[in-house]
């Protein structure tokens, strides 16, 4: 572990943590509190009571549950003269409330979002104004009246769309307190927009982050069978660049280590369309696992602060999904052959720090209870005397 000494790389520093939640519908909006170092002074990731980090409580959160609950709430109130009763969908996301009160915001698209001057646009709304008020007979001065402010933002498209980044115009309220800023919707106020059950960043986020950790698993066990399955389903063109060029970084796959075969005519391999003998799954696996961590870290960045008076290097993350991504590279990196299996007590995924390990440090204490009491009852069910 000696290349693993924290002092001599620049270490992510830190992501937000929340004093109050509040959820309208699908969008969770928080009041962010001061950020907090992404480990404790041992070097840790945060865990919660179970001692699972964000990855595993994220994969963890009952999905279906909490749609099926905001559904049943929905339904009851179509036809219904009642107003949306925020508790009620914050009942219907409670575990989701409390992960991120645990682990912090989600910040879906805070990476990708940035207020911007439309100073020309601002001009031409003016005068258009005071235009329209001159024809009629109204001299009129300064700025259109608007019940908010309003400011512009430039918004990038999500990574793989094939968008343009757009410019829009929003309305914000920052003389409102809080409460009612959140009740109108202030886009400026942090949040997230959760999505539905099918489609939008939830549901998004958890399809890729799963699919990358089934791989990364197959590649631990070198299941070759499991790797083509999933490797077929995962959510990436099935074509790899085994063009010979030179290195451009000391980051860049080599997706040759995955071709067995003949070197493909058109520089591109196909390896669904060639016999799978030809195929190194085992590398192409590790592959797309390394190259979706990648993909994922693309927009943090690497800054200079002051700590005091001293300059300090680190790593402004972008959001709790690359918190995530992280620990994968982490657990990937230091225990490459162990896995990731699943909790025999809560169900989520345990990124193994031992072989065979079988549950999460905080629920192995009511895992073994519990497997004491099965053993009980299976004794006394062949001893009927006990
Ligand atoms: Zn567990």
């Not at 999905?63 to 559904?71: H, T």
Request: with cysteine; proline share 6%.
């Amino acid at each position: 572990m000696d290349d693993y000494r924290e002092d001599r790389i620049a270490l992510p520093e830190s992501w937000h943590s929340v004093t109050e939640v509040v959820v309208r519908r699908t969008s969770v909006y928080y009041h962010l509190g001061f950020p907090r170092p992404l480990r404790d002074l041992d070097g840790r990731y945060h865990r919660d009571e179970r001692g699972r980090v964000a990855l595993e409580a994220f994969l963890g959160l009952p999905f279906e549950a909490m749609f099926d609950r905001l559904e049943t709430y929905r339904r009851s109130l179509i036809g219904g003269n009642v107003e949306d009763d925020p508790a009620r969908y914050r009942d219907a996301f409670r575990e989701l409330v409390s992960f991120v009160e645990t682990f912090g915001p989600f910040g879906f698209d805070w990476g990708r979002t940035h207020q911007v001057l439309n100073l020309e646009a601002d001009r031409l709304a003016k005068e258009n104004w005071q235009l329209s008020l001159a024809a009629a007979g109204i001299d009129a001065t300064g700025a259109p009246p608007s019940v908010g402010t309003p400011i512009w933002r430039l918004v990038f498209p999500e990574l793989g769309q094939p968008f343009l980044g757009q410019v829009d115009q929003v309305m914000t309220y920052p003389e409102l307190a809080w409460d009612e800023r959140v009740r109108l919707g202030d886009p400026r106020i942090p949040h997230d927009d959760v999505g539905m059950r099918e489609a939008g960043p939830l549901a998004f986020v958890r399809r890729d982050l799963l699919a990358t950790v089934r791989i990364a698993d197959a590649v631990a066990r070198r299941d070759r069978f499991d790797l083509r399955d999933l490797i077929r389903t995962f959510p990436r063109a099935r074509v790899f660049d085994v063009r010979d060029y030179p290195t451009r970084s000391a980051l860049a796959l080599d997706w040759r280590t995955a071709n067995l075969g003949m070197s493909p005519v058109d520089g591109m391999f196909r390896p669904f369309e060639v016999h799978e003998a030809q195929v190194d799954w085992v590398a192409l696996g590790r592959g797309i696992v390394v190259e979706q961590i990648s993909l994922q870290l693309l927009r943090t960045s690497i800054g200079v602060g002051l700590a005091g008076v001293v300059p300090a290097l680190a790593w402004r993350i972008g959001s709790l999904v690359e918190v995530i991504y992280l620990q994968l590279y982490e657990h990937i990196r230091q225990h490459p052959d162990f896995g990731i299996g699943a909790c025999d007590f809560c169900g989520a995924p345990i990124l193994r720090v031992r072989r065979q390990q079988r549950w999460h440090s905080g629920c192995a204490p009511a895992g073994r209870q519990r497997e004491s009491r099965a053993a009980r009852k299976a004794r006394s069910a062949v001893e009927p005397d006990a």
